[in-house]
């Protein structure tokens, strides 16, 4: 089992372009939560999916983020036109079902600089 | 917006000693969880504490909670080099069929040798 894998784990992109982040889910899990880390922070949550759906994006910020995830392949959390801002730790976590009792498994992160 | 506070912010301590941290929050809970995150990675789940529980144990864990108090405390006993790491506690507040977790800022643990 291969756990919650996300890439890239470093990416750096320019102001204005676009950045796309991945996760893949643990084997079984069709429950994906996406949360960001600044620097010295704690995380803060940002969106939870299952499989087509998101359930609440209600930590996304209004503009420029988005999240899908499709019934094949990846979770995407994508940041259009990044500013300095959006440079942080970008985790993903995943569960099999809701109110299971267990904690979440995370993946190692992906960690966005916009320069 | 309702958030765990750990603390203290850091605590250094020798290899051996032990640990305690602290967790406060705001509002009604489903549970309560501990992770630890080492530089620059990702986290670890430690141990889940549900809203009906007081005490939990886990190897060299030990978790409590008081609701009335709205606190938790973890405490690691024994420590080792390898404990250092950030110590984040969780708030699940089970709303609604949204998952989602409140971390606070955590308390950063240095284990000298």
């Known amino acids: 089992n291969a756990g919650v894998m996300q890439n890239p784990r470093h990416l750096v992109r320019r102001r204005g372009q676009e950045a796309r982040l991945r996760c893949s889910p643990m084997?079984?899990?069709?429950?994906v939560y996406w949360y960001r880390q600044l620097p010295e922070e704690g995380l803060k949550f940002m969106v939870y999916l299952q499989k087509e759906n998101i359930i609440d994006e209600s930590g996304m910020p209004k503009e420029r983020f988005s999240a899908e995830f499709p019934k094949e392949g990846p979770s995407i959390l994508r940041i259009q036109q990044v500013v300095r801002g959006d440079s942080a730790a970008y985790f993903c976590?995943?569960?099999?079902?809701?109110?299971?009792?267990?904690?979440?498994?995370f993946g190692s992160g992906t960690r966005l600089t916009v320069v | 917006s309702q958030q765990g506070e750990e603390d203290p912010q850091a605590l250094s301590i020798q290899e051996g000693e032990n640990a305690t941290m602290n967790c406060s929050y705001k509002?009604?809970?489903?549970?309560l969880q501990w992770y630890r995150q080492n530089s620059g990675r990702g986290l670890v789940h430690l141990i889940l504490i549900r809203s009906n529980e007081r005490e939990k144990h886990s190897g060299r864990l030990r978790v409590t909670l008081d609701t009335s108090k709205k606190s938790s405390s973890l405490l690691i006993t024994a420590s080792r080099a390898a404990d250092t790491a950030s110590y984040f506690c969780?708030?699940?507040?089970?709303?609604?069929?949204?998952?989602?977790?409140?971390f606070g800022k955590g308390t950063k643990l240095t284990v000298n040798p």
């Open positions: 976590a995943s569960s099999p079902q809701i109110s299971t009792g267990y904690g979440y498994t």
């Open positions: 509002t009604s809970i489903n549970n």
């Open positions: 084997k079984g899990h069709s429950h």
């Open positions: 969780a708030t699940d507040l089970g709303q609604g069929g949204s998952e989602k977790l409140v």
